[in-house]
Nanobody
């Protein structure tokens, strides 16, 4: 089992920046993919960014390319999402997730462990 706890969500003005954090505990050695997803009311959960735990591969959705950066601190068992130049379309609840080795760009149903989410509101 892996436990994930997100933090860092807030209300910001358009053009602003936030960094989300996700602290992992439990059997983290069983994971290979780390990811951030988001979901706005009435919409499907969508992948935002993902990476392999070894840091060799990162993936970013087209909608946030050039604005969001995913990173991982293995020593702290923590995952981060740096978000710059935020706009109202980025408003959503953001979730971190992990999955076993495989396709780190897989849809949300393939991911095994999820945090409770942190709210980001951009006005």
């Amino acid at each position: 089992h892996v436990q994930l706890v997100e933090s860092g969500g807030d209300s910001v003005q358009a053009g602003g920046s936030l960094t989300l954090s996700c602290s992992a505990s439990g059997h983290t050695y069983s994971t290979n993919c780390l990811g951030w997803f988001r979901q706005a009311p009435g919409t499907k959960r969508e992948g935002v960014a993902a990476m392999t735990t070894d840091g060799d591969h990162t993936y970013v959705a087209d909608s946030v390319m050039g604005r969001f950066v995913i990173s991982h601190d293995r020593a702290k068992n923590s995952l981060y999402l740096r978000m710059d130049n935020l706009n109202p379309e980025d408003t959503a609840r953001y979730y971190c997730a992990t999955k076993p080795p495989g396709d780190c760009t897989a849809g949300s149903r393939a991911w095994l462990y999820w945090g409770q989410g942190t709210q980001v509101t951009v006005s």
